[in-house]
T-cell receptor, first 116, second 113 residues
Framework: DTGVSQDPRHKITKRGQNVTFRCDPISEHNRLYWYRQTLGQGPEFLTYFQNEAQLEKSRLLSDRFSAERPKGSFSTLEIQRTEQGDSAMYLC??????????????FGSGTRLTVV | GDSVTQMEGPVTLSEEAFLTINCTYTATGYPSLFWYVQYPGEGLQLLLKATKADDKGSNKGFEATYRKETTSFHLEKGSVQVSDSAVYFCALSDRAAGNKLTFGGGTRVLVKP
């Protein structure tokens, strides 16, 4: 068990460019969550998957954001036409199916995005 | 919808002082409650949790009790160390909301020697 891995750790991009982040959850975890954390704030829910199915998307996830988990293993989060307001830490977490409430969640170290 | 409110920081303490961070919540269902800690430059780590009323979560000298009557989950530690300097987040997980986590805004704690 190597924990939840996120790549890259840091990304600096110019406004208007597209970026893609990757998350590798703990292998036996069915559920995968994406959160966004801005400076001085708590993480905010973006979306989550159960296996390959995307079950919920937050209203925070505009049309420029898309997430996939094609084989129920790793997931990608893509932001198109980035804006300065997208600058944040993007966190991924995983948990066993239906057990997040009692198990807790394992978080990755996050990808820090800076849009210049 | 679900929400978590925790006291604002920063909280500045001397080593060996008593720490309390207040946390209250609102939820439509019967949530599980968590405290996460974020050390400088690191990701979120689960500190402790409680899944039902009157449960006490504990870890590394920290404790929190699930109080359904007051919808609270206050974090306490009897004697803090410099290494406890971090940001602490209270959170809930509601099965009625897909078990996703809802976080409070975080409380920064600074312990001085």
């Amino acid at each position: 068990d190597t924990g939840v891995s996120q790549d890259p750790r840091h990304k600096i991009t110019k406004r208007g460019q597209n970026v893609t982040f990757r998350c590798d959850p703990i292998s036996e975890h069915n559920r995968l969550y994406w959160y966004r954390q801005t400076l001085g704030q708590g993480p905010e829910f973006l979306t989550y998957f159960q296996n390959e199915a995307q079950l919920e998307k937050s209203r925070l996830l505009s049309d420029r954001f898309s997430a996939e988990r094609p084989k129920g293993s790793f997931s990608t989060l893509e932001i198109q036409r980035t804006e300065q307001g997208d600058s944040a830490m993007y966190l991924c977490a995983s948990s066993p199916q239906g057990q997040g409430g009692s198990y807790g969640y394992t978080f990755g170290s996050g990808t820090r995005l800076t849009v210049v | 919808g679900d929400s978590v409110t925790q006291m604002e920081g920063p909280v500045t303490l001397s080593e060996e002082a008593f720490l309390t961070i207040n946390c209250t919540y609102t939820a439509t269902g019967y949530p599980s409650l968590f405290w996460y800690v974020q050390y400088p430059g690191e990701g979120l780590q689960l500190l402790l949790k409680a899944t039902k009323a009157d449960d006490k979560g504990s870890n590394k000298g920290f404790e929190a009790t699930y109080r359904k009557e007051t919808t609270s989950f206050h974090l306490e530690k009897g004697s803090v160390q410099v290494s406890d300097s971090a940001v602490y987040f209270c959170a809930l997980s509601d099965r009625a909301a897909g078990n996703k986590l809802t976080f409070g805004g975080g409380t920064r704690v600074l312990v001085k020697p």
